[in-house]
């Protein structure tokens, strides 16, 4: 009889469900939109009933895709966006709609905490990582001092992942990797604090917070009504779950000390395993790894291949002819173009600040140094180094704090660029190596429920069974002092570009 293992994965806009045989082999995919609703300035909600029945229909769906027996499913793992918040009321129903990891609503709060003898500079060594106002501590402040009707009926606070998980099982737990990305947890002693939690105003939250668990730890069981909605098997073992980056990274076989995932899509996702925290609020976050004992430190930014399809969406016409005319993607007629001009084929620089920064929250994207001699081609080509440097602006904020980077594995839409893999080993110059799975958090996900039914005896055992590799590109040292010198005029740019910045955002007020 055959086995698969079932991956979820719900972003901020795609609730979407894997189904994987024992070797990560994909069987079947299938995906719902979630609408984003903006009812006020700096608020990004979902409503929480949808993402549920979304991510219902989506199972239900790719079982049906799959063609097998919903019993051969022995496991259900769990992955969802981290931060935000998902309220529901004493009986378990949703408390209004979910705030997302886009909100930021609580930034008069942060900007509290972050005053001089604010409550950070006695949060953050227990903590040991960045908050800022899409996470859960912010936004329960936020909605005690601005809804306390809402306050005062809250049963259960969860992240996305523990939402669904709930909705799947009927339990209440979250997982290490979720739940220390929160601020609400004492990583340095793994426990819940009533003393944190006190600093930040919300000690009686403490009841509502679910517990934590080991990403593999099975949660609970597929329950009756779950079983009517989803079309699983009542009593099928789901588990813990873990943060969206930490499931990614597990998909892609990160799972060793030194080893880096790079993921290049609508965000700039850049996060090393390492063996200690690395406590250093210049980067993101510093959260317990998925894989025991190990922790992933991260830094990230709206800044990576999402800046290509804008691009391709505004100015390339003529290429998406020309694609359309010879049967392929018209990012495949792209590459080509930036592939033709080579390392040190444009002199143009390109900030990705399409979509946001990390340098500063008025950037603007740029192309800088244009001339009539200059084609479209080469601002493509300025748009893919412009993608790279901005991740290598993340990754040496990581070697900064300590991280030490031995190989790196490259996912997202830009791992399907051969061009683009090569410029990130290149101006990394580190071994940069594309895993064959399209849906790694996902997969993640699904490796981490394996573990929990005894399908693997460990994440080693499962990563050499279910994550292969297509593609190694090696750094090309002829190619590197090219990337590395337009990168430090990208940085000398991103100095003299803050007043101007200031002065532009004052223009469109």
Known sequence: MPSYLLGIDNGLTVSKAAIFDLQGREIAVQGHKVSLSYPRPAWVERDTE??????????????????????????VGNSAHGNGIYLVDKSGAPLGPSVTSMDNRASQVIDEWFQPGGVHDQTFPIIMTNTWAAQMAPLLAWFKRHRPQVWEQIGHAFECKDYIKFRLTGTITSDFSDISGTSLYDSRNRRLSAEL???YGI???????????????IAGRVTREAAAVTGLAEGTPVAGGMFDINASAVGAGVIDEGMLCIIAGTWSINEVVTRQPLIDDRILMCTLFAVPGLWLATDSSATSATNLEWFVTQFCYEEKAAAEARGISVYEVCNE??????PGGTDVIFHPFLFGSNVQANARAG????????????????LYE???????????????????MK???????????????????????????VPS?????????????????????????????????????????????????????????????????????KLGA
């Open 50 to 75: 949808a993402v549920w029945l979304t991510t219902a229909a989506s199972i239900r769906e790719a079982i049906q895709k799959a063609d097998i027996d919903p019993r051969d499913i022995v496991g």
């Open 197 to 199: 939690l006190d600093l």
């Open 203 to 217: 000690g009686d939250i403490l009841p509502a917070l679910p517990q934590p668990i080991e990403s593999h730890a």
């Open 337 to 342: 173009i930036v592939e033709s001009l080579g």
């Open 367 to 382: 192309f800088y140094g244009l001339g009539a001699w200059h084609t479209k081609g080469h601002m493509l080509r300025a």
């Open 386 to 404: 412009g993608v790279v440097y901005g991740h290598l602006d993340h990754i040496n904020r990581l070697k900064a704090a300590g991280a030490q």
């Open 407 to 433: 190989l790196a594995r490259l996912t997202g839409g830009g791992a399907r660029s051969t061009v683009w893999t090569q410029m990130f080993a290149d101006a990394l110059e580190l071994p940069i190596e």
């Open 437 to 505: 799975a399209t849906e790694n958090a996902a997969l993640g996900a699904a490796i981490a429920a394996g573990i929990g039914v005894g399908a693997y005896t460990d994440y080693v055992d499962a990563v050499a069974q279910t994550v292969r590799v297509v593609r190694r590109h090696e750094p090309q040292a002829e190619a590197t002092p090219k990337y590395l010198a337009r990168y430090q005029e990208y940085q000398v740019l991103l100095e003299a570009m803050h007043e101007p910045w200031r002065r532009l955002e």
